[in-house]
């Protein structure tokens, strides 16, 4: 008979053979995408470097989950409840940033105005960023077409009504005097908050629900741990009566 209950240990395996799969999904994901991790980094997005982190954690911790609960040994779970504690806090720290981004985010883009988007605009490679963001995303400027100046770009340029992508209103007449397309994007880029907004909830969502599962394993890693110094501790003494 083992040291930890059947159905405890079980449980415990099954959800981290779980997480083990999970982890090998998104380690196939993140190498598909790292093709463009490079390209990504050169016009100012994140690196992957943190995602690997994420994604080999979410691997490895369950594997050692499994072989804490196989060997039921005490010191193996100790570690294993370490690293749940680890992941824990540090789920919570990723959630509380995206959580104060989101609102920072959220406030700058409320109180949006001309003067907010000049230091954007005088960041040459902010200017090209938005360039090709303005060209996939049927938008013009970050908050107003007038965040250009006199000259408005061609990816700017509207030449359908109707684009049919969620993001643009249509079509609308350049301002008096200055250069560029006749007709430009109605909407601006900072109408993509809300998908922005999306974006950050799910990450939150994911944080969150990490920590919580995190909770829950260090909770069963301390249960186990309970019963396996209740199994030995009930074999010394029984060792020494015999004796």
Known sequence: MGKINGCIKCLFIFFNVLFAILGCV???????????SHQVAAVGGPSLAWSWVFVLGVLILPVLGIVAACMEKELVLRIFAGFMVAGMIIMLIFGIVVVVARN???????????????????????????????????CCGVFSSS???????????????????????????????????DQIY?????????????????????CFTFAILALLALLMSILMIHQIRKHDSGGSSMAMESY
């Not at 998104?26 to 463009?36: C, D, E, P, R, S």
């Not at 985010?105 to 090709?132: I, N, Q």
């Not at 509207?158 to 560029?180: E, I, N, W, Y």
């Not at 109605?186 to 994911?206: E, N, P, Q, R």
Request: aromatic fraction near 12%; include cysteine; proline fraction near 5%.
């Open 26 to 36: 998104l380690v196939y994901l993140t190498v598909q995408v790292t093709a463009f």
């Open 104 to 138: 920072t985010l959220k406030d700058s883009l409320d109180t949006a105005s001309a003067e907010a988007a000049k230091p954007f605009m005088a960041d040459e490679e902010m200017r090209k960023m938005l360039m090709g963001f303005e060209q996939s995303a049927q």
């Open 186 to 206: 109605a909407t601006s880029c900072g109408v993509l908050f809300v998908f922005f907004d999306l974006f950050f909830k799910i990450i939150m969502g994911i």
């Open 147 to 181: 965040d250009w100046g006199n000259y408005i770009p061609q990816s700017c340029e509207c030449k359908m009504q109707h684009t049919g992508f969620p993001f643009s209103s249509g079509c609308k007449a350049k301002p008096v005097g200055v250069l560029g397309p």
